[in-house]
């Protein structure tokens, strides 16, 4: 049972798409206060009356500092749930510093902003970036350094418009690099797409484009990785076929909020008919402390993007607020226990699965394990491990 001296935790868009799952995820703990924050102060009051333990609404304009300074008062953290990131830069951040307060935001900034003395900061608290970083880690944990990294995103489901925007923002600004591996350094044009690729727990085959992100890059050099590849798979054609044409649109001047309306639309009619799914899929090959070589995999599925989102951006929350991340300003990948993450979505995310395995021979591992080249998507996980 939350009491007056629970911190508090503010949650601005705690009504929309992923701030709902984030603030009954954080009320589920019974260990907060909630503040939950927007623009429509009936709809946050209804929101906040429904949650269990303590919540109170309060209005607040993320495009107005001096109204995010007056929600930030008070909280020990600010979970930022608002968007589109490219709008609000670090505003939200700045005025959580101001006043006094720690910040979580689901996505990144976009500000390499120097850090607040005792002030911290954890961005692309996410499901990608965010969840999808933590797979390298989740996997080397207890293994030497040198192992071959594998993952991949695949999903249907409608897009928000936030959402949109931010995907295509991470191909405009170059938030990573298509057809790169990661081998010790980024090594482009290294990879092509795979039109026939496998995940687990999906069907039919899909097409799989190589996008080597930031994230995935410096996950690699800190675990010391000798080879890293990522992939996004698409489910359908039609929103594929929008990424593709909306890069030559934003070459001719077409405007971010036309080409986001676009995809939204696309990824509706690749939806249409069918049940939603959201697969985050890793494979890590590596050696244990006896030298024994170890393929371990993991595949993280759910129908939601956005309550992973949400579960995640509060996992993060709930971290700082505990003081379990170092002062200063860092990427959710660095900081946060991935097996936690994991153990959180078990306990908080309705319908998510989560399969972990651990195979100690190549002899026993099939060839099969690896959809670049085989076609079958991994190893299978284990009946039973969720």
């Known amino acids: 049972m939350t009491t007056r001296k629970a911190p508090v935790i503010g949650i601005i868009g705690a009504y929309g798409a992923v701030g709902r799952h984030a603030a009954r995820s954080l ?81 990144d900034d976009g500000s390499a902003s120097e850090p607040v003395p005792e002030r911290t900061a954890v961005l692309s608290a996410g499901l990608s970036p965010g969840l ?82 930031e994230e995935l890059v410096d996950r690699a050099r800190t675990l010391g990785l000798r080879e890293a590849k990522w992939y996004n798979a698409f489910d359908g054609p039609t929103l594929l076929d929008t990424l593709v044409r909306s890069h030559g649109e934003h070459s001719a001047g077409l405007s971010l909020a036309a080409r986001a309306d676009v995809l939204v639309r696309s990824s509706a009619l690749d939806a249409a008919g069918r049940t939603p799914y959201h697969v985050l899929w890793g494979r890590l090959d590596g050696w244990n402390q ?49 097996q936690a993450v994991v153990d959180w979505l078990r306990r908080r995310v309705p319908g998510v699965t989560v399969q972990q395995t651990t195979v100690l021979s190549p002899v026993d591992a099939p060839e099969a394990a690896d959809p670049t080249t085989s076609g079958e998507g991994g190893p299978e996980p284990e009946a039973g491990l969720q």
Do not use: K
Not at 150 to 179: E, F, H, N, W
Not at 294 to 315: E, K, P, Q, S, Y
């Open 27 to 107: 009320a589920a703990e019974g260990r907060y206060r909630l503040r939950i924050g927007g623009r429509h102060t009936d709809a946050a009051r209804a929101f906040a009356t429904s949650l269990p333990g303590r919540a109170e609404a309060m209005w607040v304009d993320a495009n107005n500092a001096d109204s995010l300074v007056r929600f930030s008062e008070g909280c020990r953290t600010v979970l930022n749930c608002s968007g589109p990131a490219y709008l609000l830069v670090d505003r939200v951040r700045r005025a959580a510093f101001e006043a006094g307060a720690d910040y979580v935001d689901v996505m």
């Open 132 to 213: 999808s970083g933590l797979l390298p880690e989740l996997l080397a944990h207890g293994l030497g350094s040198g192992g071959t990294f594998t993952g991949c995103y695949a999903g249907v489901g409608p897009l928000t418009r936030a959402g949109a925007v931010d995907a295509l923002l991470s191909v405009d600004r170059g938030y990573g690099t298509p057809s790169a591996v990661w081998r010790g350094r980024v090594v482009p044009s290294a990879l092509e797409i795979e039109p026939r690729f496998m995940v687990p727990g999906v069907s039919r085959p899909l097409t799989a484009h190589p996008f080597l992100t």
């Open 290 to 338: 006896e030298g024994v070589p170890v393929t371990r995999a993991v595949v993280i599925r759910g129908d939601d993007a956005a309550r992973l989102t949400g579960a995640v951006g509060a996992f993060a929350a709930a971290a700082v607020t505990n003081r379990q991340v170092l002062r200063g300003i860092h990427q959710a990948a660095a900081v946060l226990s991935p």
